[in-house]
């Protein structure tokens, strides 16, 4: 089985490049075969690439095509924030059931992925709703940790939400239909991952990170949106932890880390998940 690893974080935080590295380190230090899913899918070996952005020796699977293609959408309909959001779930479902799928064809014991549909949904729906740079987000109460373990419970395992949390909470009826309809199609990607590593960053060094880039900045890489997403991603962490009812989430502070120092972080953050891997098998 393979050991599935969400990395989140803002924009600006590096969660891409981290998740695209990740799978070279960890082959060449564990000797397992490791996959990741992202700006492109990868598989590597020890000692070679089963998988890389441009290489399908033995095909890319439907799934994965549509995956890369629906992420390239999003990212050009990103100020279009209606539009956007259903691209961007799209997108992300048919990542994990990528994710799922090329684990299973290439016998992955870790697979690692940028964001997660449910996790990555959870923690940006504010931006998605009512996003803190709009003029109708003042005076909205904005969901706790525990109403977001409710949200878990409720589409995961069909457990109705309390009325105290329900009253922080939006409809959550297209949430359970998407979750039914993707369960039902056998599509497989609506799931939780194993472990979650958040990678946070100050919004504020988030934000000079993206205009370094020299490139077109989205309508939501601002201040107010990144630090509104950022709160939302931390207890989004905390519900995911709670639900699981076990050590399974870290958060790496990494304004101060080089890129080499933070993917040490993550490999270290990791090694007990993939020392209990190793004793299962």
């Given amino acids: 089985m393979s050991l599935q690893v969400c990395i989140l974080g803002i924009d600006g935080s590096g969660k891409s490049t981290v998740a695209a590295a990740l799978p070279s380190i960890l082959a060449a230090e564990t000797g397992f075969v490791v996959g990741s899913a992202g700006d492109s899918f990868q598989i590597v070996a020890p000692d070679q690439d089963h998988l890389a952005a441009r290489f399908y020796p033995d095909g890319l699977r439907l799934s994965a095509r ?15 924030p209606k539009l956007y959001a259903v691209v961007k779930l799209a997108h992300m479902l048919t990542q994990d059931s990528a994710a799922k799928a090329l684990a299973r064809r290439y016998g992955t014991r870790v697979f690692v992925s940028d964001g997660n549909a449910f996790l990555s949904t959870t923690g940006r729906a504010s931006n998605y709703l009512r996003a803190a740079s709009s003029d109708d987000s003042a005076g909205v109460p904005a ?4 109403d977001l373990k409710a949200v878990f419970s409720y589409i995961l395992d069909n457990k109705p939400v309390p009325a105290k949390n ?4 939006p409809s959550l009826r297209k ?12 599509l497989n990607g609506a799931w939780l991952p194993d472990v979650l590593i958040f990678l946070d960053v100050s919004p504020e060094l988030a934000v000079s990170r993206i205009r370094s880039r020299g490139k077109k900045i989205d309508k939501h ?5 990144l630090t509104q997403a950022r709160e939302m991603y931390l207890k989004t962490v905390q519900a ?3 639900y699981n009812a076990k050590p399974c989430a870290h958060v790496i502070r990494i304004d101060d880390l080089s890129l080499g120092e933070t993917l040490n972080a993550v490999i270290v953050a990791l090694k007990p998940h993939l020392m209990a891997t190793d004793a299962v098998d």
């Fill in 240 to 242: 995911f932890e709670s």
């Fill in 175 to 186: 949430g359970k239909l998407i979750y039914k309809l993707n369960n039902t199609l056998g």
């Fill in 66 to 80: 549509l995956a890369i293609r629906l992420r390239r959408l999003a990212k050009k309909l990103v100020d279009h």
């Fill in 166 to 169: 329900s009253e922080k909470l």
């Fill in 221 to 225: 890489e601002n201040l107010a949106d």
């Fill in 143 to 146: 969901p706790d940790a525990e």
